[in-house]
């Protein structure tokens, strides 16, 4: 067995706190593995610049150990494996291969993908497949605030978040903003109830047990906050809202389309290699 030397520097060196940079010469062996050598140079690379020496540190002993385990493996295995598991050959061309052959195909996707949806396409998929989008969990259009129970002006967040006139809302907004804990404003955009209850810290059928009337409150009770949702619209079963559903759909009718695209380019790939005797299949003849 080929004897293995690995001599790690580093760890010993990196203890201090300075700088890696301020610890080794320029092309000092930092560590080795045989009789291969990692330099610092190699090392700086990895390292970004302007972290903390112990980041340094961490970092520098992260590399230095994969970069020897890497090498550990590739020796037992030269030492353990087969002339024929050694061969790789076959290997490194199917990889090839395949990853010429998914690079065209994103060439050929990207060149001639129409990624323009309008929203005449995305309702009238909607409409012809609405059985593909019932609801699994209830959607929600939310106000939420959390804010500290004996803040001075929880009160008139509560109050004006939950009004309609534009002036108290966008009052609500900058207060919140500014003095609350956490506050986002949903109210035009249908969230999952488990979005909306991971907010609260809660499943979302705890949650909805704290709905009433309108109103989502929950204070819990170690600690010193309550957070409070505006329900502005609540869908509970049946068909997911078209608006909920529309960037999915867009997804859904591109993945199509590069579907389409890559189905009309193998085709016109084995047609056009049959008609110019590039793809030939010979009959057998009995």
Not at 66 to 85: C, F, N, Q
Not at 163 to 177: G, K, V
Request: with cysteine.
């Amino acid at each position: 067995m080929r004897k293995l030397f690995i001599l790690i520097l580093l760890p010993a060196l990196l203890g201090s706190c300075n700088a890696i940079s301020s610890l080794v010469h320029d092309d000092q062996v930092v560590a080795k593995v045989g009789k291969n050598k990692l330099y610092k140079s190699e090392l700086e690379r990895f390292i970004p610049n302007m972290i903390p020496a112990e980041d340094s540190v961490r970092l520098a002993e992260q590399y230095i150990n994969t970069w020897a385990m890497d090498l550990l493996y590739l020796d037992v295995a030269e030492r353990e494996l087969s002339k024929g598991e050694l061969d790789v050959t076959a290997d490194l061309e199917d990889f090839r291969r395949s990853l010429l052959k998914y690079r065209y195909e994103q060439r050929y996707i990207n060149d001639r993908l129409d990624t323009l949806v309008t929203d005449d396409q995305i309702r009238r998929y909607y409409e012809e497949h609405e059985a593909e989008f019932a609801l699994k969990r209830p959607v929600l259009k939310v106000r939420f605030v959390d804010v500290m129970k004996d803040s001075p002006n929880k009160d008139a967040i509560l109050r004006m978040m939950t009004s309609r006139e534009y002036d108290d809302l966008q009052r609500a907004d900058t207060l919140a903003r500014s003095t609350a804990l956490r506050y986002f404003d949903s109210s035009d955009t249908w969230m999952d109830a488990n979005e909306v209850a991971s907010s609260f810290g809660l499943d979302y059928q705890q949650m909805l047990s704290y709905l009433k009337g309108d109103l989502i409150k929950y204070e819990p009770e170690d600690r010193g906050d309550v957070m409070v949702a505006y329900v502005c619209d609540i869908r509970r079963t049946g068909t997911a809202p078209f608006e909920y559903c529309a960037g999915r759909i867009r997804d859904i009718l591109i993945s199509a389309r590069k579907h389409d695209l890559m189905n009309s380019l193998e085709r016109d790939l084995l047609e056009n290699a049959l008609e110019s005797k590039q793809f030939v299949i010979y009959q057998n003849e009995e």
